[in-house]
Nanobody, 121 residues
Framework: VQLVESGGGLVQAGGSLRLSCAAS????????IGWFRQAPGKEREFVAA????????KYAASVKDRFIVSRDNAKNTVYLQMNSLKPEDTAVYYCALGSHLSVDPRDFRSWGQGTQVTVSS
């Protein structure tokens, strides 16, 4: 499975962006798509994840109540709606394929190339 992210860009603080993660083929209902981000000089960190079949979600505390992860199984696509963006949300955002709702990047594979999100103050 190949994953391709899109939707990044430059936005002012308080604004919104929607990222997309498109899979090259249909994944199993038990599979999880995770969103991670990496800012310059920092480690890659978990943002959110959704299980393809049940739609169960998991969020990092820093984005809970601001970000929403969803999936459109007919389009093999997962979305990350990001609202009330802050300068500290600036990072390259990646999606990846996993088998359970983990926050550890090592539990995920088939990483996309990433999409840059920049939030200006």
């Amino acid at each position: 499975v190949q994953l391709v992210e899109s939707g990044g860009g430059l936005v002012q603080a308080g604004g919104s962006l929607r990222l997309s993660c498109a899979a090259s083929e249909r994944t199993y209902s038990s599979h999880v798509i995770g969103w991670f981000r990496q800012a310059p000089g920092k480690e890659r960190e978990f943002v959110a994840a959704v299980r393809r079949g049940a739609g169960t979600t998991k969020y990092a505390a820093s984005v809970k109540d601001r970000f929403i992860v969803s999936r459109d199984n007919a389009k093999n696509t997962v979305y990350l709606q990001m609202n009330s963006l802050k300068p500290e949300d600036t990072a390259v955002y990646y999606c990846a394929l996993g088998s359970h709702l983990s926050v550890d990047p090592r539990d995920f594979r088939s990483w996309g190339q990433g999409t840059q999100v920049t939030v200006s103050s």
